[in-house]
Nanobody, 124 residues
Framework: QVQLVESGGGLVQAGGSLRLSCAVS????????MGWFRQAPGKEREFVAR????????WHADPVKGRFTISRENAKNTVYLQMNSLKPEDTAVYYC?????????????????WGKGTLVTVSS
């Protein structure tokens, strides 16, 4: 059984930074591409960033490009999302998810397993 546990969310002022972590257990971590998604109240879940199995390729959604960075440490079974220059519109529950493909996907429907999420609140 694959389990994903997100951590690192919290309340931060606009312009601040947070680093989210997602620890994965249950299968070989390096067999998954990983993604971060977010869901704001009343909105659909949206893609934030993804990273290939090896970590050699990353993609970031336009609204976060240049501010957020996804990374992974396969030896620690963990994927990270470094979030800088946070804005109030970044407020959401952030989820990590696994994908068996090599490079991952930007579509929530393509993901295999999900964590329960961590709340990020950015105050103005």
């Amino acid at each position: 059984q694959v389990q994903l546990v997100e951590s690192g969310g919290g309340l931060v002022q606009a312009g601040g930074s947070l680093r989210l972590s997602c620890a994965v257990s249950g299968r070989t971590f390096s067999s998954y591409a990983m993604g971060w998604f977010r869901q704001a109240p009343g909105k659909e879940r949206e893609f934030v960033a993804r990273i290939s199995r090896s970590g050699g390729a990353t993609w970031h959604a336009d609204p976060v490009k240049g501010r957020f960075t996804i990374s992974r440490e396969n030896a620690k079974n963990t994927v990270y999302l470094q979030m800088n220059s946070l804005k109030p519109e970044d407020t959401a529950v952030y989820y990590c998810a696994t994908d068996m493909s090599t490079y991952g996907s930007s579509q929530p429907a393509d993901m295999d397993h999900w964590g329960k999420g961590t709340l990020v609140t950015v105050s103005s």
